[in-house]
């Protein structure tokens, strides 16, 4: 079993297919065993390396297949040829092994669950309040009006002010 047979079943598919997720699942499983801490990177490469065969099979003569700017010229369009269930799984599956998660005999369903119970378990609530700070500065960054950034920001300090964080 192979990356490749499991983009292959993708393909074939169209949709999400669960002989496609164990060829990927059992793929990353093996390498989680033999390497651990390097599990996750090398699945990445294997898996550009199969995606780069299943584009030259399939896109070798579509002129539309590759970028023509930028600095992605000449590579395959993935996001665009690749099947999106395969996409997914292969996030799933390479955000599990960045999690130090083995993924041995668990559905895409249950290795998410078990992804999200161990990252919220791994961040204190000061990490957590910290993250949607960073957010909320990043958002309000893109607010190009400067009386509606300053109206936000009026109901962030009343709202942490009325639940006494703030001035009183």
């Excluded at 799933?92 to 290795?111: H, Q, R």
């Excluded at 000061?126 to 509606?148: C, G, W």
Aim: with cysteine.
């Amino acid at each position: 079993m192979s990356i490749l047979d499991g983009i292959n079943n993708y393909a074939v598919s169209n949709k999400g297919s669960e002989e496609g997720y164990r060829h990927l699942r059992d793929r990353a499983a093996a390498l989680f065993n033999d390497l651990q801490a390097t599990a996750a990177d090398v699945f990445m490469i294997e898996c550009n390396e199969a995606e780069d065969t299943f584009c030259q099979t399939n896109y070798a003569n579509d002129p539309d297949a590759r970028h023509t700017k930028g600095k992605r010229k000449g590579q395959w369009k993935k996001r665009t040829l690749l099947p999106q269930a395969y996409n997914t799984a292969k996030s799933a599956l390479y955000s599990a092994l960045e999690a130090g998660i083995d993924p041995a005999g668990l559905g895409k369903t249950a290795l998410d669950k078990v992804r999200k119970e161990r990252t919220q378990r791994i961040k204190t609530p000061a990490q957590l309040v910290n993250e949607t700070i960073e957010t909320l500065f990043k958002r309000l960054d893109k607010v190009e009006d400067p009386t509606l950034r300053t109206s936000f920001c009026d109901i962030i300090v009343n709202g942490l002010r009325d639940r006494g964080y703030y001035g009183n």
